[in-house]
């Protein structure tokens, strides 16, 4: 929230002088605007991270989806769960689905391959009303359940996964054929949509996305520092011209009071009558009036360039107390040499960062239609797999086929010479009757997409308009100055003649305070000229998207925080 050391650096003996590139450089370094706007392009860079890991976010299981989980045939409870029993007192399985996330169009596959592992520790007791199987009243039973996934999936709108899993079980009872007993198992999966959601351009639509998102934080920044440059300039000018115009009143009190003065000095020789002295006093009292007016328009002027310059404003004590006194003057050239109208529109539209992100906004409309588009198709999945599985342990009264004796070695040379291998493959297909919410979701994204085209039109259309003023607005501004500096040279000369005159004993005290008062506003005219042109000039420079080269302003420099180059 500080200020960057550019600023105590330009204040000497407690006045900030400054060159108009100065002021443009405290703007971009400590304008908070211009800060706030830095976070644009991170934020966007990070969107784009995002979008690429595709979505929406994989779910996490909880480690109680597996607790007092045994594989089918495994133990008591798997047995039960194999011969299609359930004891109400015992689960073979607890699973907990993960909730899921909707979005408009189809889903984009999760890009980002996953690994999770889960282990559980599960120790249970279970009463037995009916021991036949069990023989015993109390069946007590320690399991271990490890299961891994690897998971990932593709812009094509298919995902691949593979799973691990491990069940070790050991029970109270002499009923087991194997006991105690591991039961491992590995599978491999696939699934490709064929319809609703296929295709890299459509699940790829978020990333083209995100990254047009990054050009336009991009441009929305070049045109934030083009704003801020064009009210800084602005700002700074308006202050030249204040100093110019507070001169200029000063310099008429000067003469009023000297005029007011000569009056006196002659109302003691007797040569002018008392009612002379009102006129002079009235005069000075409007010079006066004149001066603190310039004064505080001077004040205000500085005040309103200071909030551009600075974090902290007129809070800052030391900037608080010191004026800012600008080094360049307005200069008016003696002529303009514009371009042709055709080439500053030309100029505009390859310069114009506001226009790049209309169109922008356009093409990213475009690719976010696709999702709508493909959510009218009907869905068609096609899925296979593969799995095996092995079951081996102690065999406590020796009944156990010595091929499922042994520990975990033996369970798994069985899965891996698949001797209870088993495939699955399998088409689904789902269209909604009507399908009534994707044609209105397509329908809003082609509406929206007009909205956005007609809007970009229009803002082109309007750019030659704009163009139009701001050379007319130079041209009349040009045109009153060339016009305010001849008025103001006559006036000058008017004036000391009406002095003369005065001095000669020959015009009165009121026509030569009338004459200076149209002096006073012919120097008025003449700076509002001078200002109103340089506010022309620098609403062209903006206009036309050139503002950031003819002050040679680098985006890189003032992206990361360095002002303006020099």
Do not use: C
Not at 29 to 45: H, K, T, W
Not at 66 to 87: D, K, P, R, Y
Not at 198 to 220: C, D, K, Q, Y
Not at 456 to 471: E, G, L, P, R, Y
Request: glycine share 8%.
């Amino acid at each position: 929230m500080g200020n960057s050391p550019r600023l105590e650096q330009l204040l000497r003996e407690g006045k900030l002088y400054l060159t108009a590139q100065d002021a443009i450089a405290l703007a971009l370094d400590n304008n908070i605007d211009m800060e706030v706007s830095r976070y644009g392009p991170l934020i966007a860079e990070w969107q784009l991270e995002r979008s690429k890991a595709g979505g929406p976010l994989p779910g996490v299981p909880s480690g109680a989806s597996q607790a007092g989980s045994v594989a089918s045939g495994q133990g008591i409870a798997g047995s039960q769960a194999a011969a299609g029993i359930t004891n109400p007192t015992s689960t073979a399985s607890n699973r907990s689905s993960n909730a899921t996330i909707s979005q408009v169009g189809p889903v984009v596959q999760t890009l980002d391959p996953s690994l999770s592992m889960a282990t559980t520790f599960t120790h249970t007791s279970t009463p037995e009303a009916n021991a036949t199987q069990t023989l015993t009243t109390n069946l007590v039973s320690g399991s271990r359940a490890y299961s891994g996934t690897f998971a990932e999936g593709f812009l094509t709108g298919g995902n691949v996964s593979v799973n691990y899993s491990d069940h070790f079980l050991n029970e109270n009872t002499s009923t087991d054929v194997l006991n105690p007993s591991v039961a491992p198992a590995f599978a491999v999966s696939a699934q490709q949509n064929l319809l609703n959601g296929f295709g890299i351009a459509l699940n790829s639509r978020n990333i083209t996305v995100a990254r047009i998102g990054v050009e336009t934080a991009g441009l929305n920044f070049r045109n934030q520092v083009s704003s801020v440059t064009a009210q800084v300039l602005n700002a700074y000018y308006t202050l030249a011209g204040d100093y110019l115009d507070l001169k200029a009143t000063q310099d008429a009190l000067d003469v009023a009071r000297l005029f007011e003065k000569n009056v006196r000095a002659q109302i003691d020789l007797g040569s002018a009558a008392g009612s002379d002295l009102i006129t002079a006093r009235s005069q000075t009292a409007s010079a006066e009036e004149s001066v603190a007016d310039s004064k505080a328009a001077l004040e205000k002027q500085q005040l309103q360039l200071k909030s551009l310059l600075s974090r902290s404003g007129s809070t800052d004590p030391i900037l608080a107390a010191a004026p800012i006194v600008p080094t360049d003057q307005i200069t008016i050239p003696e002529r303009d040499d514009l371009p042709s109208i055709p080439d500053l529109l030309k100029e505009a539209f390859a310069n114009r960062p506001d226009l790049a992100v209309d169109k922008a906004n356009e093409r990213s409309s475009e690719v976010s239609a696709r999702g709508t588009k493909n959510g009218l198709l009907p869905t068609l999945q096609a899925s296979a797999g593969t799995s095996q599985a092995g079951l081996a342990g102690t065999s406590p009264a020796g009944q156990a086929n010595p091929y499922y004796v042994g520990g975990i070695g033996t369970a798994l040379g069985q899965v891996f010479r698949r001797d209870f291998g088993s495939n699955n493959a399998g088409l689904v297909f789902y269209a909604p009757l009507g399908n009534h919410q994707a044609q209105a979701d397509f329908a809003i994204d082609q509406l929206q997409l007009r909205q956005t085209q007609l809007a970009t039109h229009k803002d082109f259309a309007q750019v030659q308009v704009d163009i139009m003023n701001s050379v007319i607005a130079m041209q009349q501004a040009r045109a009153q100055y060339e016009a305010s500096v001849h008025n103001r040279i006559l006036q000058e000369q008017l004036f000391a003649g009406e002095q003369k005159k005065y001095a000669a004993g020959t015009e009165t005290p009121f026509l030569v305070t009338q004459q200076q008062r149209d002096l006073i506003n012919a120097q008025s005219q003449e700076l509002a000229a001078l200002v109103a042109y340089s506010s022309a000039r620098i609403s062209l420079d903006l206009t036309r998207g050139t503002i950031l080269q003819t002050y040679h302003i680098s985006i890189a420099d003032t992206l990361a925080g360095g002002g303006a180059s020099k």
